[in-house]
């Protein structure tokens, strides 16, 4: 296909302003009549025929103000149909299509999950229903008979209020009618039928209006689905309480199904998710399980405002709903929680997913200006780079000029399909400031570097701060300009506490902020009383790749005395993975290792301050991934000597610090039964991340003790952390372990996702061959999302040394498995390619190996949109 330019919008020729679907379900012929009332946009071309989308569709036939059209003056395809020279005044086309949801595995459109009917629409899914102007600027209100065996689907779900419903006399079928009054665009289109056990709350908004509340599960599960609704509570009361947003409909429902694409999807009243981000029990889920149901349920229900109500103009302006939504859901969590500690995860997932991106052939900006395929658009770019510009709008505006511009736009955009300039100017308009050079984190790709250096003068008492920028080169931008980088610091003096920001010139760093607009910038920080530290990029204010002239002692004071959690958290890391990069390349060439003390002498400050949260000394504790040190170095990456050096790190962690980590051990067991609350979550990750650290030194009471652990938990993230460390660190023990545990699971596929993940990540030669067999499990299934993604996608992200093994057979596996999926589910086989997107930086033999099992793929004759768009992308 043609690629889609920013540059080429137009508005619609043609708008929709209601729509009338009557869906008769079946499972191999459903029966869509569709009935639009249309009518000429005076913004568009004059005299435009009417052009429709359609993908897969069998038209049946097909009518204008009531009187079928001959042959001649249409045309249609599976993939569009054009009505051509229609009178040019509102008309009413209906459409009638047939579908076959059974036969529909790749998850868009109208489908079936473990025999409930479910619709997916986001982003071109609607056109798989009926023919349509499947653009989001076409927003209409939306009319839904849905009609179905009552044995088979006795619940009958759409979007918004539902005005009617019955048995269809003399017949088994049965039907309801839903109507939303609310004007949106198709992809916000859903329906459900099925046999569901409902779950039922009400919530009662800010003025006083009661919302029935429904989650929707498979019969059996209800039990589980009970944390899903508090966290929907909790959602709708913030989002009034902290953005001042009401729901607005009387009914809010959502689906819990097996075989979903994504995490989940923020339909108009009706959300459809993936019933891992569901279902929780302390039997089945673990904290960090709840923690994410907590997030999704938010995020999804954030929507209703940030997406719904105001939506995007094109699928270019995805970042308009989704980074803004990100950046709500991580305040929500932050509130709920910890917020140190979130902001800590958020970073975590933001270098691992979105700084690997940037840096490799797949880089795009926030706000891509072109696509070939919408879906491969659904990045880790859009989502957490887009919510962190968001969140240094806050930084650079303050909090009230941030909410000032977060109410003008929802004054003046609500009902719209808006755009990223609409979004700023709202921001500009109420703070009166201009953000043009903000502007460019929206189309800008790559993750700037930031050079700090600061220069003690003792004679004059004044600290001299430098910095540059630079941004790396990125595919197809060449020519990069300066941004607007906030960036947050403290100047910390010798007993800990934070000195004065003054500058030279009089002026302060507002809140703490510098804003640097130059490639260079020096700032002075006249009159001293001693020589401070700097703490730079505090709570990780910019998404930036941060050097500075600091040393190992600076970081070493700073992990023990900043005021910012964030930079305490990040001035370990910063020593560790200085380390490992260090030992790694030792080791390559055969060199003495670095001594790991600086690192020991941090981690046991941190670990033997009884004030600190527990739940951030186990995140100081865990060390930088695989793949974060991997990307560190940057080049000629050899994932094996990766391996071998962090290995060694861990156990001579696990040695220095045994004593505190055998009391962080026995000490920070949450007491009373399990709680999934964020205090008693930290607990366990605490106690879990010592077990493993102990572990790693190898000896049999340590190994011992993992396997007691195993044996006596009585919940999940217990059960699952010490099983983690047995595959591990345990060969010998291992399979027992994971025996107990299918035994234990066998029934629950939620749960044995988790056995799937946890053998892919084996890093050990044997582990090919064990994902292969398990490909093979009755467990496991190419058609289920979840499955794939749990056996082949922790495999081919989440194991380093075996998807990169020497000889290639970790890159041959990955490849075919994505042609055998590209025929099943498009989306999910590109989703799982773009686990070469780090190739390049690959020592030679590795990536010419994955060079050319990206070449087979290629060269694959009548591969998807999806997957080719990857491919040809990864290899440009
Ligand atoms: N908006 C959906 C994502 C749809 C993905 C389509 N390929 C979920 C979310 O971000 O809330
Ligand atoms: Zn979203």
Same mark, same amino acid.
């Given at each position: 296909?043609?690629?889609?330019?920013?540059?080429?919008?137009?508005?619609?020729?043609?708008?929709?302003?209601?729509?009338?679907? *009557?869906?008769?379900?079946?499972?191999?012929?459903?029966?869509?009549?569709?009935?639009?009332?249309?009518?000429?946009?005076?913004?568009?071309?004059?005299?435009?025929?009417?052009?429709?989308?359609? *993908?897969?569709?069998?038209?049946?036939?097909?009518?204008?103000?009531?009187?079928?059209?001959?042959?001649?003056?249409?045309?249609?395809?599976?993939?569009?149909?054009?009505?051509?020279?229609?009178?040019?005044?509102?008309?009413?086309?209906?459409?009638?299509?047939?579908?076959?949801?059974?036969?529909?595995?790749?998850?868009?459109?109208?489908?079936?999950?473990?025999?409930?009917?479910?619709?997916?629409?986001?982003?071109?899914?609607?056109?798989?229903?009926?023919?349509?102007?499947?653009?989001?600027?076409?927003?209409?209100?939306?009319?839904?008979?849905?009609?179905?065996?009552?044995?088979?689907?006795?619940?009958?779900?759409?979007?918004?209020?539902?005005?009617?419903?019955?048995?269809?006399?003399?017949?088994?079928?049965?039907?309801?009618?839903?109507?939303?009054?609310?004007?949106?665009?198709?992809?916000?289109?859903?329906?459900?039928?099925?046999?569901?056990?409902?779950?039922?709350?009400?919530?009662?908004?800010?003025?006083?209006?009661?919302?029935?509340?429904?989650?929707?599960?498979?019969?059996?599960?209800?039990?589980?689905?009970?944390?899903?609704?508090?966290?929907?509570?909790?959602?709708?009361?913030?989002?009034?309480?902290?953005?001042?947003?009401?729901?607005?409909?009387?009914?809010?429902?959502?689906?819990?199904?097996?075989?979903?694409?994504?995490?989940?999807?923020?339909?108009?009243?009706?959300?459809?998710?993936?019933?891992?981000?569901?279902?929780?029990?302390?039997?089945?889920?673990?904290?960090?399980?709840?923690?994410?149901?907590?997030?999704?349920?938010?995020?999804?229900?954030?929507?209703?405002?940030?997406?719904?109500?105001?939506?995007?103009?094109?699928?270019?302006?995805?970042?308009?709903?989704?980074?803004?939504?990100?950046?709500?859901?991580?305040?929500?969590?932050?509130?709920?929680?910890?917020?140190?500690?979130?902001?800590?995860?958020?970073?975590?997932?933001?270098?691992?997913?979105?700084?690997?991106?940037?840096?490799?052939?797949?880089?795009?900006?926030?706000?891509?200006?072109?696509?070939?395929?919408?879906?491969?658009?659904?990045?880790?770019?859009?989502?957490?780079?887009?919510?962190?510009?968001?969140?240094?709008?806050?930084?650079?505006?303050?909090?009230?000029?941030?909410?000032?511009?977060?109410?003008?736009?929802?004054?003046?955009?609500?009902?719209?399909?808006?755009?990223?300039?609409?979004?700023?100017?709202?921001?500009?308009?109420?703070?009166?400031?201009?953000?043009?050079?903000?502007?460019?984190?929206?189309?800008?790709?790559?993750?700037?570097?930031?050079?700090?250096?600061?220069?003690?003068?003792?004679?004059?008492?004044?600290?001299?701060?430098?910095?540059?920028?630079?941004?790396?080169?990125?595919?197809?931008?060449?020519?990069?300009?300066?941004?607007?980088?906030?960036?947050?610091?403290?100047?910390?003096?010798?007993?800990?506490? *934070?000195?004065?920001?003054?500058?030279?010139?009089?002026?302060?760093?507002?809140?703490?902020?510098?804003?640097?607009?130059?490639?260079?910038?020096?700032?002075?920080?006249? *009159?001293?009383?001693?020589?401070?530290?700097?703490?730079?990029?505090?709570?990780?204010?910019?998404?930036?790749?941060?050097?500075?002239?600091?040393?190992?002692?600076?970081?070493?004071?700073?992990?023990?005395?900043?005021?910012?959690?964030?930079?305490?958290?990040?001035?370990?890391?910063?020593?560790?993975?200085?380390?490992?990069?260090?030992?790694?390349?030792?080791?390559?060439?055969?060199?003495?290792?670095?001594?790991?003390?600086?690192?020991?002498?941090?981690?046991?400050?941190?670990?033997?301050?009884?004030?600190?949260?527990?739940?951030?000394?186990?995140?100081?504790?865990?060390?930088?991934?695989?793949?974060?040190?991997?990307?560190?170095?940057?080049?000629?990456?050899?994932?094996?000597?990766?391996?071998?050096?962090?290995?060694?790190?861990?156990?001579?962690?696990?040695?220095?610090?045994?004593?505190?980590?055998?009391?962080?051990?026995?000490?920070?067991?949450?007491?009373?039964?399990?709680?999934?609350?964020?205090?008693?979550?930290?607990?366990?990750?605490?106690?879990?991340?010592?077990?493993?650290?102990?572990?790693?030194?190898?000896?049999?009471?340590?190994?011992?003790?993992?396997?007691?652990?195993?044996?006596?938990?009585?919940?999940?993230?217990?059960?699952?952390?010490?099983?983690?460390?047995?595959?591990?660190?345990?060969?010998?023990?291992?399979?027992?372990?994971?025996?107990?545990?299918?035994?234990?699971?066998?029934?629950?596929?939620?749960?044995?996702?988790?056995?799937?993940?946890?053998?892919?990540?084996?890093?050990?030669?044997?582990?090919?061959?064990?994902?292969?067999?398990?490909?093979?499990?009755?467990?496991?299934?190419?058609?289920?999302?979840?499955?794939?993604?749990?056996?082949?996608?922790?495999?081919?992200?989440?194991?380093?040394?075996?998807?990169?093994?020497?000889?290639?057979?970790?890159?041959?596996?990955?490849?075919?498995?994505?042609?055998?999926?590209?025929?099943?589910?498009?989306?999910?086989?590109?989703?799982?390619?773009?686990?070469?997107?780090?190739?390049?930086?690959?020592?030679?033999?590795?990536?010419?190996?994955?060079?050319?099992?990206?070449?087979?793929?290629?060269?694959?004759?009548?591969?998807?949109?999806?997957?080719?768009?990857?491919?040809?992308?990864?290899?440009?």
């Amino acid at each position: 296909p043609q690629p889609v330019r920013l540059s080429q919008y137009r508005p619609p020729d043609w708008l929709v302003d209601t729509v009338h679907l *009557d869906i008769r379900l079946h499972h191999s012929a459903t029966r869509v009549i569709a009935r639009l009332a249309m009518r000429p946009n005076p913004e568009g071309r004059e005299g435009s025929p009417i052009v429709l989308d359609g *993908d897969e569709l069998v038209l049946k036939s097909l009518a204008l103000d009531g009187v079928p059209l001959a042959g001649t003056s249409y045309a249609a395809t599976p993939s569009s149909l054009t009505i051509f020279a229609p009178p040019q005044q509102p008309v009413t086309v209906e459409i009638e299509t047939l579908l076959a949801p059974s036969a529909n595995t790749k998850l868009m459109g109208l489908y079936r999950s473990s025999g409930t009917y479910c619709t997916q629409c986001e982003a071109e899914g609607f056109r798989r229903i009926t023919y349509f102007p499947d653009r989001p600027d076409v927003l209409a209100v939306y009319t839904t008979r849905i009609e179905a065996e009552r044995d088979e689907a006795p619940v009958l779900l759409g979007n918004g209020n539902k005005v009617e419903s019955g048995p269809i006399e003399g017949t088994t079928r049965h039907f309801a009618i839903w109507h939303d009054p609310w004007p949106k665009p198709c992809y916000l289109f859903a329906l459900v039928g099925g046999k569901l056990e409902r779950v039922a709350d009400s919530f009662t908004t800010a003025t006083g209006k009661v919302v029935e509340l429904g989650i929707y599960v498979e019969p059996g599960k209800s039990g589980r689905a009970g944390y899903a609704m508090d966290a929907l509570k909790r959602s709708m009361r913030w989002d009034e309480e902290a953005f001042g947003c009401e729901y607005d409909l009387d009914v809010f429902n959502i689906v819990a199904v097996a075989d979903f694409n994504m995490g989940a999807m923020e339909n108009k009243g009706l959300n459809v998710f993936n019933d891992k981000y569901v279902l929780a029990s302390p039997e089945t889920a673990t904290d960090a399980d709840y923690a994410n149901i907590e997030a999704i349920i938010a995020h999804e229900y954030f929507h209703n405002w940030t997406g719904n109500r105001i939506t995007c103009r094109d699928w270019f302006q995805l970042c308009l709903k989704e980074g803004l939504t990100v950046f709500r859901d991580q305040e929500f969590s932050s509130d709920q929680r910890s917020r140190p500690v979130k902001r800590i995860a958020d970073v975590r997932l933001l270098k691992s997913h979105q700084f690997a991106e940037d840096a490799g052939p797949l880089a795009h900006p926030v706000r891509p200006n072109t696509y070939r395929e919408i879906n491969n658009f659904y990045t880790a770019t859009v989502y957490e780079k887009g919510a962190e510009v968001v969140r240094m709008l806050k930084t650079v505006l303050g909090a009230e000029g941030f909410h000032a511009g977060m109410d003008l736009y929802f004054d003046r955009h609500d009902g719209d399909a808006a755009t990223v300039e609409d979004f700023l100017a709202c921001f500009a308009d109420a703070n009166g400031v201009d953000l043009e050079q903000f502007a460019l984190w929206y189309s800008q790709s790559g993750t700037p570097e930031l050079r700090a250096e600061t220069y003690w003068n003792e004679a004059a008492r004044t600290l001299r701060l430098d910095v540059e920028q630079r941004l790396p080169l990125t595919p197809g931008q060449t020519d990069k300009q300066p941004m607007l980088i906030p960036l947050a610091l403290g100047l910390v003096g010798p007993d800990g506490a *934070d000195l004065p920001l003054t500058l030279d010139d009089g002026s302060n760093a507002e809140r703490g902020v510098l804003l640097l607009r130059q490639p260079k910038q020096s700032f002075v920080f006249p *009159d001293l009383p001693h020589r401070p530290v700097a703490s730079l990029n505090r709570g990780f204010a910019a998404p930036v790749k941060l050097s500075s002239n600091l040393t190992t002692d600076d970081l070493v004071f700073l992990a023990r005395n900043d005021a910012d959690p964030f930079n305490r958290f990040d001035a370990v890391q910063t020593i560790a993975l200085t380390h490992l990069v260090t030992a790694t390349q030792a080791l390559r060439e055969g060199e003495a290792a670095p001594s790991p003390a600086p690192l020991v002498e941090a981690l046991g400050a941190t670990l033997g301050n009884g004030a600190l949260d527990p739940a951030f000394i186990a995140q100081v504790l865990a060390l930088p991934s695989e793949s974060d040190i991997a990307r560190e170095i940057g080049r000629d990456v050899d994932p094996d000597a990766i391996h071998s050096t962090r290995r060694l790190l861990r156990r001579t962690l696990g040695e220095a610090l045994r004593p505190a980590l055998e009391a962080a051990y026995s000490h920070a067991a949450p007491a009373g039964g399990y709680s999934p609350d964020a205090a008693s979550a930290g607990r366990r990750a605490l106690r879990n991340t010592a077990l493993d650290l102990l572990a790693a030194t190898g000896t049999s009471a340590d190994i011992g003790r993992a396997l007691t652990h195993f044996d006596a938990a009585d919940n999940m993230t217990d059960r699952f952390a010490a099983l983690s460390v047995l595959a591990h660190a345990a060969p010998p023990d291992r399979e027992a372990a994971l025996a107990a545990f299918y035994d234990r699971f066998r029934d629950d596929p939620l749960v044995i996702d988790k056995w799937f993940a946890l053998q892919a990540q084996i890093s050990e030669p044997g582990t090919l061959e064990r994902v292969r067999a398990l490909t093979e499990h009755p467990a496991f299934a190419m058609s289920n999302p979840n499955r794939v993604r749990s056996l082949i996608g922790s495999f081919a992200s989440a194991n380093q040394t075996q998807f990169n093994r020497p000889d290639g057979a970790g890159y041959e596996f990955v490849a075919e498995t994505v042609l055998t999926l590209d025929g099943i589910n498009p989306q999910v086989a590109a989703r799982l390619l773009a686990a070469f997107k780090s190739w390049r930086a690959l020592e030679a033999g590795r990536a010419g190996r994955a060079q050319s099992a990206l070449r087979r793929v290629a060269e694959t004759p009548g591969l998807s949109p999806d997957v080719s768009d990857i491919v040809g992308r990864a290899l440009d």
